[in-house]
């Protein structure tokens, strides 16, 4: 048991800590693709955008939950349903609309929108597939899902299909590590996966249909894999235990 960790450990060791390459036009490096915005025809400072009407009744929702004064505290809400309304990422017109929407420095905005992951600031796909390969998904073999990932939609790590119908990330943990390996497809997560699944849930996706989030060999939640270890019984009513003169 103790070798066989201390090998999995040399491997992850031995693998490099990022191997994404950043999404975005130019000719600007890695580093600097990740804050410097690059005028494209698609990604101007002077694009026009606008919430859609039915998108400006949520927006307004979402603003009304929180104090007068206080709807700064809508940024992340707001700049994912602009994302949303967007295709999957975030023009820099976007950013600064919801800026003005919220009556913020703009800055502001570029700060919450550059730190959080879930921000895309450059197109993706249609199908947008992150795959974990932080530790405890490398230990069940997250690299199988790579492997079987840039095998079927013929894209690297970092990369979009020239159809725009995929593009695939390498990302930190999801926070689903009990049912490693998984990858996140847009908002739906596929667990406990094997080769097979990998290839399935892809297939199906491009056929139109929608793959069955969740674990693939149909653990409920996180539960043990090997089935409940506690909580087997029946609660007890009120009063267990409590002494009969009480």
Request: with cysteine; charged share 25%; hydrophobic share 35%.
């Amino acid at each position: 048991m103790i070798s066989a960790l201390t090998r999995s450990v040399r491997v992850a060791l031995s693998r490099a800590l990022h191997t994404t390459n950043v999404v975005a036009g130019g000719n600007a490096g890695p580093h600097n693709r990740l804050f410097t915005h690059l005028e494209e025809d698609e990604n101007r400072a002077d694009m026009p955008w606008e919430w859609t009407e039915e998108n400006k009744k949520r927006a307004d929702a979402v603003i009304a939950q929180y104090p007068v004064g206080h709807q700064q505290a809508a940024t992340i809400p707001l700049l994912d349903l602009a994302q949303r309304q967007h295709g999957g990422w975030l023009p820099l017109a976007a950013m600064n609309y919801v800026a003005e929407y919220l009556d913020m420095a703009p800055m502001r905005v570029y700060e919450v929108a550059t730190f959080y992951t879930m921000f895309n600031r450059n197109p993706v796909g249609k199908y947008h597939v992150q795959i974990c390969t932080t530790t405890p998904c490398m230990l069940r073999d997250s690299d199988m899902v790579v492997r079987a990932c840039k095998e079927n939609l013929g894209i690297g790590l970092g990369e979009t299909s020239k159809d725009k119908m995929w593009t695939l990330m390498e990302v930190e943990c999801l926070g689903a590590c009990v049912n490693a390996p998984m990858m996140q497809i847009n908002d739906a997560y596929y667990e406990d996966l094997k080769e097979e699944d990998v290839h399935e849930i892809l297939n199906d996706l491009r056929e139109g249909k929608q793959p069955k989030p969740g674990s693939r060999i149909d653990r409920f939640a996180s539960e043990p894999i090997t089935g409940l270890t506690s909580l087997t019984s029946p609660p007890t009513g009120p009063g267990y235990g409590v002494r009969e003169d009480l």
